[in-house]
């Protein structure tokens, strides 16, 4: 016997052209933040992927479990419902696409329209049903750790010292909030941007302890308006990590190209896709 089609017939394919555009319609908003929500996308995708064990094969982007308890309450994902929900009406206007795609795509959309690199990007991922997959508390970085810890982080996710730099430059966009992680600031002067203004401002500033009340944190000492991480101190503290940081202070298409490969890869980290997915280019909005 035959199955016989619906009166509307099979549901038309996904264009995710169409929802990369709908994503960057809702970037820019002159009330939130810096006036734009592109920085706070970002931090989503990483830290939806940034839970992956290579080890345990556990984690990462696919699944979604960042929409569950306990994970959507772990401290490192305060502030993160803000760019959840964000996100609500998409997930209404295209159903088909599922949260774990839609989180990633809205990470490549967010740093392609803030002036980043093309990011080859893969659908396929599926939202699980239930907290049971929620990875485990502490997967992701401390902000108060050094290079040790950044290494055991990011090799426990699979990547080497010169991937690992390449990401955290991501911090040349947004600020820390203190409601949400309890540090304070943004990193560069224009924290929409994206761009190697971290690396560069991260050698080129005197960065001195900032005297606050709050957790440690340090300031560049000429005017007090940016920031550093103890984390990002890291990276000029380590010889390997600074050495990558000075390359890509000196050279901005080196850092576009490694940047665009290591958050590609980090989107990707554990998941299934089915056979025949291919990444595909996403075409920014001004282009
Ligand atoms: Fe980060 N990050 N990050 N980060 N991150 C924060 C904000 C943002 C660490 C700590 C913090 C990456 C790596 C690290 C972004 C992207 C990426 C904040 C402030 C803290 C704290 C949160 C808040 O108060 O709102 C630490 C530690 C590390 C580390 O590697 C050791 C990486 C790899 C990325 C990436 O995208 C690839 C972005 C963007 C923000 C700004 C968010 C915003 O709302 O603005």
Redesign the pocket.
């Known amino acids: 016997q035959k199955a016989v089609a619906t009166a509307s017939g099979p549901a038309k394919p996904l264009d995710y052209q169409e929802v990369y555009d709908a994503i960057a319609k809702i970037l820019d908003n002159d009330n939130y ?2 006036g734009s929500y ?3 996308l ?2 989503l ?2 830290h939806a992927s ?1 839970t992956y064990d290579k080890n345990t094969n556990t984690g990462g982007s696919n699944g979604a479990t960042m929409r569950f308890d306990p994970e959507a309450s772990h401290g ?1 994902n ?2 993160l419902a ?2 959840r929900k964000l996100l609500e009406p998409i997930k209404k206007q295209f159903p088909q696409i599922t949260y774990a795609d839609l989180w990633t795509l809205a ?1 490549v959309a ?1 740093i392609q329209e803030v002036g980043g690199p093309i990011i080859p990007w893969r659908a396929g991922r599926a939202d699980a049903v239930s907290a049971e997959v929620c990875p485990p508390d502490g997967r ?6 050094d290079q040790r ?2 290494r055991d ?2 090799g426990r996710m699979g990547f080497n010292d010169q991937e ?1 730099v390449a ?18 600031g ?1 990193w560069t002067r224009a ?1 929409t941007t994206f761009s190697n203004e971290y690396f560069k401002l991260l050698l080129e500033e005197k960065w001195v302890a900032r005297n606050w009340t709050g957790p440690k944190q340090f300031a560049d000492k000429s005017t007090g308006d940016l920031m550093m ?4 101190m ?1 990276l000029y503290n380590d010889r390997t990590f600074y050495l990558q940081s000075y390359k890509y202070a000196k050279d901005s298409d080196l850092y576009f190209r490694d ?1 665009s490969a ?2 590609a890869k ?1 989107l990707e980290l554990g998941v299934p896709f089915p056979e025949g997915s291919a990444p595909m280019v996403l075409k920014p909005t001004n282009a």
């Open positions: 933040d810096d592109a920085p706070v970002v931090r995708a990483w940034g490192a305060a502030g803000v760019a990470g967010a992701l970085p401390d902000a108060a750790k810890h950044i982080v990011f690992t990401l955290i430059g991501a911090h040349a966009l947004g600020r820390c909030h203190t409601d949400r992680s309890g540090f304070e943004p924290p991480l103890p984390a990002d890291a940047f290591a958050f980090l």
